[in-house]
């Protein structure tokens, strides 16, 4: 493979999940909006119910982790049936835990709510929201699943399609649900629980009807081999893992956060929502590392897969570099954006421009992870999340924001602390990976 046409397969893969991946963080802001307009109770019911959902998400994305690489080895070494057979395991695995959430939603819901700190005007809506969209977890494990196998078949362009449509599909039914129409008044917090849940009903039967269309069409227990299942969850349980230490790891470090001041919260928060349009190229790019690795892994090329990881890599450090240059420039203006108060912009800035040096760190670390992953490696990433969320920036910010007197300068330096160490560690584990494959 040229190095053109390589850099060309990267690209081809990376864009719509970038594009993808940004979509949906534009609509996630403008769903907040609507849900604002209900007022702050709703804001709040609905941030509390999305935390515990959040946590769903992260099982699922896991097995997506474990299909992506089973999926695309077995293409590459050209075994079809095999590649069907880990689709279908992914799908019912990721269908068994929609079911478990689901019913841990039902049975379980007010108990965790509460003990998410829900006061009791909180927690009727919390619960309105939680036991609909909870309940049918089995729907976003089935568009997770199913976009999943799509992917790893090389096909990045259909699952972005479909979550267009299904995304500007939920805000559509959200206004409508949420406030109605003419002398209908709208369900309220309901009717953004019913937009939810009905966006993905359509778009689990978009995808499951693209999956039938492909050669990764399977039907009920199609090539149900149970002895298998073990390497799907072997791959899973580590990468699911690493989702939930970094869950938790937030959990504490945004406490830690927290204590510095509300208004160094407030700005560290504000910060971060203005750099999630940022590392959505890595996110991309790490996808595209992934399938294109596994492929390499199963024909047995590990010089094609260091090259996916390089080129890929540098792509990123390149992009992620340049909008760097742009957060620290721009740093004031997007502030502004968020915040007309002196004090809360001034933080913000300060954030923004380390931020701007972490680029290219967090564009290495995200891409390696994505390589070590199709390599069938999930858990290198796990031990650097612990390490990097747990050891790095929770003593960082103790250190540095508290002890050091630095506020949130701290915190921003322990972030870019973190993705160096992380980064360098990452490329480690995959030279030394690729080495011992090669031999």
């Excluded at 003593?395 to 300068?409: D, F, H, M, T």
């Amino acid at each position: 493979m040229k190095q053109e046409s390589l850099g060309k397969s990267i690209i081809r893969l990376a864009l719509p999940a970038t594009v993808e991946n940004i979509f949906q963080t534009l609509v996630g802001f403008v769903d907040t909006l609507l849900i604002a307009q209900l007022g702050l109770v709703a804001v709040t019911a609905v941030g509390l119910a999305n935390a515990i959902l959040n946590v769903y998400l992260a099982v699922f994305l896991a097995i997506g982790v474990g299909g992506t690489a089973l999926i695309a080895r077995s293409l590459g070494a050209g075994q079809l049936e095999k590649a069907r057979r880990y689709a279908s395991q992914a799908q019912e695995v990721s269908i068994a835990a929609g079911i478990l959430f689901g019913l841990v939603s039902i049975l379980f819901g007010h108990w965790l709510l509460r003990a998410m700190g829900a006061e009791a005007a909180v927690l009727e809506e919390a619960q309105v929201f939680f036991y609909w969209v909870g309940g049918l977890a089995i729907l976003h494990a089935s568009m997770t699943s199913l976009g999943t196998i799509l992917r790893a078949a090389g096909d990045t362009v259909t699952p972005m399609k479909i979550g267009l449509l299904t995304n500007i599909v939920n805000l559509g039914l959200d206004y409508l649900l949420i406030f109605g129409l003419g002398s209908w008044s709208g369900l309220g917090i309901l009717g953004t629980a019913f937009g939810t849940i009905l966006a993905r009903l359509l778009g689990a039967y978009l995808l499951f009807r693209e999956v039938q269309k492909t050669d990764m069409a399977f039907g009920p227990g199609a090539g149900l081999v149970w002895a298998d299942y073990r390497e799907l969850l072997t791959l899973t349980i580590p990468a699911a893992l690493e989702r939930l230490v970094m869950r938790l790891g937030q959990v504490v470090y945004f406490s830690l956060i927290l204590a510095l001041g509300t208004a160094v919260y407030a700005s560290h928060m504000i910060a971060g929502n203005i750099e999630s349009f940022t590392y959505m190229p890595a996110y991309g790019l790490a996808t595209a590392a992934t399938i294109l690795i596994g492929q390499a892994w199963g024909k047995g090329d590990m010089r094609t897969a260091r090259r996916v990881a390089f080129v890929s890599s540098a792509y990123g450090v390149t992009i992620m570099s340049l909008l760097g240059i742009v957060l620290f420039i721009g740093a004031p203006s997007f502030a502004l954006l968020f915040t007309k108060d002196p004090e809360a912009v001034r933080q913000v800035v300060i954030a923004l421009r380390i931020d701007a040096f972490n680029q290219p760190g967090l564009a290495v670390s995200l891409i390696m992870a994505g390589a070590l992953q199709g390599l069938g490696d999930t858990k290198s990433p796990l031990y650097s999340t612990a390490v990097g969320m747990w050891g790095l920036r929770v003593i960082g910010v103790i250190v540095l924001g508290q002890v050091l007197g630095l506020g949130i300068a701290g915190v921003w330096l322990s972030i870019l602390i973190d993705l160096l160490l992380r980064a360098i560690f990452l490329s480690w584990r995959f030279i030394r990976k690729t080495r011992k494959l090669a031999d």
